[in-house]
């Protein structure tokens, strides 16, 4: 025999909220100017500034994080590059 659950009580359900309409296909804001992407001289210093992590063999850890972040701040230049974006050296 299905019974569907009964509510405890004389509990109500609450009024339903009306949600505020969007219109998908207004025009968007103009995008901000973009600006030069600067290259970080030391692409983990975040990470080394939070200490070893919570791990055993916490340095083999640290050192995979330090690739992965190195890695990525490599490819974030590149990219920079490719769009004509990296900021000049001698800024």
Known sequence: MNRTPSRQGNQRRRPATKRATTDIWRLPEPLPDLEPVVPTSDATALI????????????????????????????????????????????
């Open 48 to 91: 080394r500034s939070l200490g070893d992590p919570p791990l055993s063999a916490s340095s083999d850890v640290a050192l995979q994080f330090a690739i992965v972040i190195e890695r990525t701040a490599a490819i974030a230049a590149a990219l920079a590059l490719s769009a004509e974006l990296l900021a000049d050296a001698e800024s």
